[in-house]
């Protein structure tokens, strides 16, 4: 069986919404015939909250090698895991390509900076490697245009490493085509040296599986009988306030059509566990309809619970984005849970 080296810093019990694609993949690589290797950093260098149920939907024989990395300084200076173990996972990966007979490396991102450790790796060690993009690493975001601020930086930083980095890639792929097609149009010689294919997150039905098998339950809200509760689950996305505002506005034009349903977002908020850092809240209030129709949990809360309240809602609310390569994961979740999907994309 031919071996695959996956690098990438966050795996369970990481709770970041990262680590399922590396998951997925090392779920499912042995039917085809590849043995996964996972490459990651430590959990005790994680900054997020651990959740320890993420570890029981991995394979029982599934390899993991991890590495140390730079600890978070108060006050916080160098935050991006990537960087804080790009030296130790370099080297680990370089020992781990010399000793035994890797045929592949595969580098999801972000972390953007581990890209890096493809084309540094093929130089050392001739290591034929890909890169699968989660996310666009070349794109404007927010405050990306505010010159010589944080974002610039990132911005035009991205532009000068990211060239480097697919230089010598022979795969490229991401969640769907809009999220490396720009990369290939920026660097032309890919469309000859590469093969290139968009692969959806999916989901799992085990999950869903051990969600029941755990007897894990909703602790948000509660089933109200004559009360529809839909339920949108992950953060929201930049650009996507513009079509949520709009939702809001129709619903408070006429309020009587909505005084049986509830929205309840779960995992909004400006950071990943602050309870109080609202995101929903002030645009709910702006129309009237916090607390009444639209309710707003914005702390992250563990990966199986989600599933829990999903498969507890009456509906699934997906919220799509104005971003051109915007793509609606979340709908594979709601249809593993049984449920009605209300998607505006």
Request: charged fraction near 20%.
């Amino acid at each position: 069986m031919k071996k695959i080296l996956i690098i990438y810093p966050h795996f369970p019990p990481s709770n970041l919404a990262g680590v399922h694609r590396p998951r997925l993949f090392a779920n499912h690589l042995k039917s085809y015939g590849w043995e996964p290797i996972i490459l990651t950093v430590n959990e005790k260098y994680y900054e997020e909250k651990l959740d320890w149920d993420l570890v029981k939907l991995l394979p029982q024989n599934l390899r993991l090698e991890k590495v140390n990395a730079i600890p978070i300084t108060k006050p916080r200076i160098l935050g991006d895991i990537g960087l804080r173990g790009f030296i130790q996972l370099f080297k680990k990966a370089s020992e781990i390509i010399r000793d035994e007979q890797i045929t592949f490396l595969y580098i999801p991102i972000p972390s953007f900076y581990c890209a890096l450790l493809g084309r540094l790796l093929h130089k050392r060690r001739n290591i034929p490697y890909g890169i699968d993009y989660i996310d666009p690493w070349v794109h404007s975001f927010p405050g990306s245009n505010k010159f010589m601020t944080r974002h610039w930086f990132s911005s035009k930083l991205a532009r000068i490493l990211e060239p480097f980095a697919v230089k010598k890639a022979i795969l490229i792929t991401g969640v769907a085509e809009g999220y490396y097609m720009d990369v290939i149009k920026r660097n032309p010689h890919l469309k000859y040296q590469c093969l290139s294919g968009a692969m959806p997150y999916g989901a799992e039905e085990a999950d869903h599986l051990m969600v029941k098998n755990l007897n894990l339950r909703p602790y948000l809200f509660s089933r109200q009988i004559n009360v529809f509760k839909f339920v949108y689950a992950g953060a929201m996305l930049p650009k996507a306030y513009a079509v949520l505002d709009a939702i809001f506005q129709a619903i408070s034009e006429d309020k009587k059509i909505f005084e049986t349903v509830e929205f309840h977002f779960i995992g909004t908020g400006k950071t990943p566990s602050d309870p109080y850092g609202f995101n929903i809240k002030s645009l709910a209030e702006r129309y009237e309809l916090w607390q009444t129709v639209v309710f707003e949990y914005p702390a992250r809360i563990p990966y199986l619970d989600v599933l829990a309240h999903l498969e507890h809602a009456d509906g699934v609310f997906i919220l799509g984005s104005t971003e051109p390569h915007y793509t609606p994961s979340k709908a594979y979740q709601g249809i593993l849970a049984g449920k009605p999907i209300l998607a505006v994309l």
